[in-house]
């Protein structure tokens, strides 16, 4: 009887772990779908790279890359070099430090200027051991070439208005030259 007792308790344990694990199951994959919709054609890329720096996970990959492309690799071997040792030397201070690590970055793409602003955290387990580290990068290419627009009216608004200001002069000098008064 206290067999069969403690078989009965143990179904129902499994059957509310079940119930447990649907209900978990159930909310991850809303979050995920919430992830993938706020994500969803917007300049942010997220992704996960191991200890190792090779990547592991990537979600949103910027234009001309993919998942595929990126997943085994370090940013070494995708990334023009200048740029990637600025980008893992900023993951390896994450790693060591523990601290988040932002940066800005400008480099050649395909043919493309593009710039991006990286955050950088690390990822670590239960016990607090560093297995790599997972950042987000937000392509601001556009930005900055508005940025660099702007300046440019801005520099030709101010040449502008110093000849405007020169032919103001100019005359003021002139009038002044043929009055008495």
């Known amino acids: 009887a206290a067999h069969l007792r403690t078989v009965e308790e143990l179904k129902e344990a499994r059957h509310q772990l079940e119930e447990r694990v649907e209900a978990r199951t159930k909310e ?17 890329s997220v992704f996960s790279q191991d200890k190792d720096m090779r990547f592991t996970w990537v979600h949103n990959a910027p234009a001309g890359l993919s998942p595929e492309m ?4 370090t940013d070494a ?3 023009p070099a200048e740029a990637a040792e600025k980008i893992m030397a900023a993951k390896r201070k994450a790693m060591e430090t523990g601290e988040a690590q932002e940066l800005e970055t ?3 793409l395909f043919g493309r200027q593009r710039s991006f602003y990286l955050l950088i955290e690390t990822l670590s387990d239960e016990q607090g051991a560093v ?17 660099d627009q702007l300046r440019l009216l801005l520099r ?5 208005s110093k000849n405007l200001l020169a032919v103001i002069h100019a005359i003021a000098r002139q009038t002044a030259s043929r009055t008495r008064s």
């Open 106 to 108: 400008n480099f050649e």
């Open 131 to 147: 297995l790599g580290t997972t950042s987000v990068a937000v392509d601001i290419s556009e930005r900055k070439m508005n940025e």
């Open 156 to 160: 030709e608004l101010t040449h502008r």
């Open 77 to 79: 071997e995708v990334l």
């Open 28 to 44: 991850l994959a809303l979050a995920k779908q919430r992830f993938e919709i706020a994500l969803r054609g917007s300049p942010i």
């Open 70 to 73: 990126l997943k085994g690799k």
